[in-house]
Each structure stands twice: as structure tokens, then as C-alpha cells.
């Protein structure tokens, strides 16, 4: 059974920073994509960012410049840098993993951002 571990959520002013932490409890390797996305309340989920396992990363346009994700394959684990945060980036922030035709969400950790 894969289990991904989300950490790093909290309460933080506008302008601040975060560092979320998707920790899996298998080896990530080289086919493995890991994206974060996120849920606000009441709107769908979305994607946030997401990371190939030869490094290639792509961005939702609203985070470009502001979010950095990359990844530690000795930890499996995967990160998100939020920089320069918004009210509007306050949601539920969540880690998929994609394994070959499979793939496996974490709990989510909140994030929420005072004005």
C-alpha cells in the first residue's frame, strides 16, 4: 500500500512563505511524477505544480514565479517552496504520485493565508 505524508501547512500573513513536504512511503524513481495540487473551499481541485522524475517541472500560471517544487529521491520525498503567498492561495494543498497507471493522493495539509 503506497501512503504519501503531507507537512508543512499553516497559518501565515500575506507575503510570507511555506514549505510543504510530500513524504512517500516507496521509493520515488525515474518514471514517477509527483504533482501537488490543491482544493480552495468550495472550487475544484487543481493542479499547483508537478515534477517529472528527470527533473522537468511545469506550473500553474497563477503560481509561476512564486512556487518552486522540486524533489529529493534518497528521501522520497517532494517539495513546495511557496514564496510571496495570497489570501488566494489559502486551500487544501494535496500530493499525487503517479506510478506507472496508478496513482495515490496523501491526506492534504491546510494552508491558509491571512490578508
Known amino acids: 500500500q503506497v501512503q504519501l505524508v503531507e507537512s508543512g501547512g499553516g497559518l501565515v500573513q500575506a507575503g510570507g512563505s511555506l514549505r510543504l513536504s510530500c513524504t512517500a512511503s516507496v521509493p520515488l524513481v525515474s518514471d514517477n511524477t509527483v504533482g501537488w495540487y490543491r482544493q480552495p473551499p468550495g472550487k475544484q481541485r487543481e493542479l499547483v505544480a508537478a515534477i517529472q522524475g528527470g527533473g522537468r517541472t511545469n506550473y500553474a500560471d497563477s503560481v509561476k514565479g512564486r512556487f518552486t517544487i522540486s524533489r529529493d529521491n534518497a528521501k522520497n520525498t517532494v517539495y513546495l517552496q511557496m514564496n510571496s503567498l495570497l489570501p488566494e492561495d489559502t486551500a487544501v494543498y494535496y500530493c499525487?504520485?503517479?506510478?506507472?497507471?496508478?496513482?495515490?493522493w496523501g491526506q492534504g495539509t491546510q494552508v491558509t493565508v491571512s490578508s
Open positions: 499525487r504520485l503517479e506510478v506507472g497507471m496508478y496513482d495515490y
